[in-house]
């Protein structure tokens, strides 16, 4: 509401997963516009799973003409966009950063493998437990903040 509020277009999907009946709705109003502007909650960068959807819908954009940029905001300013604007009120854009999905991926990719180095984990899947598998999103969500520079 609030991106609308000012003017743009914006497309809201509830639950990470369900983005896929969106694209013909995308296609129909993209104009000549070239840039989709991405954002999850902020803990998506701590979560592999949630990156995944992430992933799998900024690839999606690619092969329909647009180039995906993410909006990311450190998780300590609130999980949601709205946590964020509540949190900072109408300074919340200056916690925000703004980074091409093809400049943020390969910087996910080495945070992501630098954390299972320090675990001694070869994939993901390797991290058993609850409160194992916690720790490690917590750790990727650090390790990633830090290289995009939140």
Not at 56 to 70: A, D, T, Y
């Amino acid at each position: 509401e609030q991106i609308a509020k000012k003017g743009n277009i914006a497309v809201y999907i509830s639950g990470v997963s369900t983005w896929r009946s969106v694209l013909p709705m995308i296609d129909r109003i993209k104009g000549e516009r070239e840039k989709a502007y991405v954002m999850f909650d902020a803990d998506m960068m701590g979560n592999t799973a949630v990156h995944s959807q992430l992933k799998e819908i900024c690839e999606s954009l690619q092969e329909h003409g647009l180039k995906p940029f993410l909006l990311l905001w450190p998780i300590a300013k609130g999980k949601g966009f709205d946590d964020l604007v509540l949190s900072q009120g109408s300074s919340y854009h200056k916690h925000m950063v703004d980074i091409s999905y093809k400049r943020f991926e390969p910087l996910y990719d080495k945070a992501v493998q630098g954390v299972l180095d320090r675990y001694g984990a070869a994939r993901v899947r390797d991290i058993k437990g609850s409160a194992d598998r916690a720790a490690f999103n917590k750790d990727v969500q650090e390790a990633v903040e830090a290289a995009i520079g939140l």
